[in-house]
């Protein structure tokens, strides 16, 4: 089945090419002749017989690339394709110094943000990393889950790891 396939695609594909270059070409030619038609009589001031070929080798023109378009398709793409990678891969190469960078300023800004301890949701005081209540004002820095006993940031509505409910 799938060998059948594979021919019936190659049976189109090649008369998608014969075509196209035939179409094409005639498009090509009859466009040439209807143009040719009318600047010829241009100069000669008499009038285009053949012009209206350009009316029919314009549209043949385009069919006859569409169907090239078509029919070596997987080549363009291709093309495109091992074009295109090489320059992403070259940028993501130079751009991971960058994004290398940002990552270790972003590190570096959450460990100075947490180096002092526990910041109080109520005041903003600094408290030990390990308390349990602010020292300035008394209040909650964590939320012990009674489920699973996990410790969560005070104004969580539901346990980080179990999801159980914190009531009011």
């Given at each position: 089945m ?57 549209p ?18 291709t ?22 960078a ?13 180096a ?6 109520a ?46």
């Amino acid at each position: 089945m799938n060998k059948d396939r594979n021919d019936r695609h190659r049976r189109i594909k090649r008369a998608l090419q014969i075509g196209g270059i035939a179409i094409t070409a005639a498009g090509v030619i009859l466009s040439a002749v209807g143009l040719g038609s009318f600047f010829f009589s241009m100069s000669g001031g008499g009038f285009p017989s053949l012009f209206f070929c350009c009316f029919i080798g314009f549209p043949a023109l385009a069919v006859g690339t569409a169907m090239l378009r078509f029919a070596y398709k997987r080549e363009i793409d291709t093309y495109s394709k091992n074009e295109s990678v090489p320059v992403f891969n070259e940028a993501a190469r130079e751009s991971q110094p960058g994004v290398r960078a940002i990552a270790e300023a972003a590190r570096d800004g959450l460990k100075e943000s947490t180096a002092g301890g526990i910041g109080c949701p109520a005041c903003g005081e600094k408290n030990e990393a390990d308390a349990k209540f602010c020292k300035n004002c008394g209040a909650a820095l964590q939320k012990t889950c009674p489920a699973c006993g996990t410790q969560n940031d005070p104004d969580a509505k539901f346990c980080d790891n179990c999801g159980h409910p914190f009531g009011g």
